[in-house]
């Protein structure tokens, strides 16, 4: 079955430190992806990657970064932390088709303190 | 472009009552549609997707959605509620390129015993 693993399901953290979330995918998907959902606002696009050491910036890529090492992990960074990302953060990951549903795991609940 | 409205930011059934949940969808392209569903506290999970073999789609737990090109509309709908399908719901479209969606804003469903 498809599994998608976020480390953490909840997080609190400081103002300005360096903060990693980490997913991992077992299905082999070329694309994975990160997005925040915060009330009234659904799921925004923080970026996505197509292959390994492969990125691209979605809708809200500023004051993130990501990396992918491997096909299987894909890291989301937030270089100085700030009140305003506080929120949940959903990974998820997909076949390169776009007739192919993405897979989310179960999110970090992430605090900015 | 793609885009995705979902009209009502809150539904509240009785149980046993229908269920329907609206979704219009905007795409330059012949779209990829996907409803989601959400349960407190957890990430998304596919309820069904519509990838043009058919216009009526069957999901999981008794939901189904009809595709309607000259509508540009994918509504969800169930025949009877249950308390269990208390959740927030997502509809969205694939884009062009690597699998990315775009997102409504969601539907809470509320139902009421």
């Known amino acids: 079955d498809v599994k998608v693993t976020q480390s953490s399901r909840y997080l609190v953290k400081r103002t300005g430190e360096k903060v990693f979330l980490e997913c991992v995918q077992d299905?082999?998907?070329?694309?994975m992806f990160w997005y925040r959902q915060d009330p009234g606002l659904g799921l925004r696009l923080i970026y996505f990657?197509?292959?390994?050491?492969?990125?691209e910036k979605g809708d809200i890529p500023e004051g993130y970064s990501v990396s992918r090492e491997k096909k299987e992990r894909f890291s989301l960074i937030l270089e100085s932390a700030s009140t305003n990302q506080t929120s949940m953060y959903l990974c998820?990951?997909?076949?390169?088709?776009?007739?192919?549903?993405?897979?989310f795991g179960d999110g970090t609940r992430l605090s900015i303190l | 472009a793609q885009s995705v409205t979902q009209l009502g930011s809150h539904v509240s059934v009785s149980e046993g009552a229908l269920v329907l949940l609206r979704c219009n969808y905007s795409?330059?392209?012949?779209?990829?549609l996907f409803w989601y569903v959400q349960y407190p506290n957890q990430g998304l999970q596919l309820l069904l997707k519509?990838?043009?073999?058919?216009?009526l789609v069957k999901g999981i737990n008794g939901f189904e959605a009809e595709f309607k090109k000259s509508e540009t509309s994918f509504h969800l709908t169930k025949p009877s509620a249950h308390m269990s399908d208390a959740a927030e719901y997502f509809c969205?479209?694939?884009?062009?390129?690597?699998?990315?969606?775009?997102f409504g804003q969601g539907t809470i469903l509320t139902v009421h015993p």
């Open positions: 795409s330059s392209v012949p779209p990829y």
């Open positions: 998820a990951s997909s076949l390169t088709s776009n007739n192919q549903p993405q897979h």
């Open positions: 519509y990838t043009s073999a058919a216009t």
């Open positions: 969205a479209v694939s884009g062009t390129s690597y699998g990315k969606l775009t």
């Open positions: 990657s197509y292959d390994v050491k492969m990125k």
């Open positions: 299905m082999d998907h070329e694309n």
